[in-house]
């Protein structure tokens, strides 16, 4: 009787023992991309990238009327045209599709580069300010809540607006 006393006595401090260091533990979380959206550095950024996305959209808002009249056009003339004719239409319309197929990808590639610059050349700063306010404010742990697998976090342990005011405070584009 005494063992199974000295047991339970033992199992009851190291549980006591063990909750007393997961409540010294402190988790943050933060939301890299809001980060990146919020700050100024990351709006002057996306304001520049929203510019080449317009240039871009009606380039190919401009391919793609072309190609929509042509097909009109090949579609009214095909009970005309001799097969010959015809063939080389199609020809010509299938080439300018796949021209607009290039530009729409090149486009697409060009605004994926630019965000991959953008992720570059701030993420890195983010990650010494988070490390900075983590270190002051003694966190055990700041996870980023942006990538998967974080299904839920604590609202008051959320950072992300303290690591935006410091990073603007820091950063000015």
């Given amino acids: ?3 199974i006393s000295m047991v339970i ?3 009851m401090s190291l549980f006591l023992y063990g909750s007393h260091v997961i409540a010294a533990e402190k988790t943050g979380f933060v939301d890299i991309r809001a980060i990146m959206v919020k700050s100024m550095e990351g709006r002057k950024a996306s304001e520049d990238i929203a510019k080449v996305y317009e240039k871009n959209k009606a380039m190919i808002q401009a391919k793609e009327t072309e190609l929509k009249k042509l097909k009109d056009e090949l579609e009214k ?3 005309v045209l001799k097969e010959d004719a015809m063939k080389e239409k199609e020809a010509a319309y ?3 599709f796949r021209d607009y197929q290039l530009v729409v990808k090149d486009a697409n590639e060009e605004l994926q580069r630019r965000d991959q610059e953008l992720s570059k050349k701030l993420i890195p700063d983010i990650i010494k300010i988070v490390k900075k306010i983590g270190e002051r404010e003694k966190y055990t742990a700041i996870i980023d809540v942006s990538t998967p697998g974080v299904v839920y976090h604590a609202q008051e342990n959320e ?6 005011e410091e990073f603007n405070k820091t950063h000015k584009p």
Avoid at 159 to 164: A, E, G, P, Q
């Fill in 77 to 79: 003339q095909r009970t």
């Fill in 159 to 164: 950072l992300t607006n303290k690591v935006v």
């Fill in 9 to 11: 006595l033992i199992v």
């Fill in 1 to 3: 009787m005494k063992k």
């Fill in 94 to 96: 299938q080439k300018k």
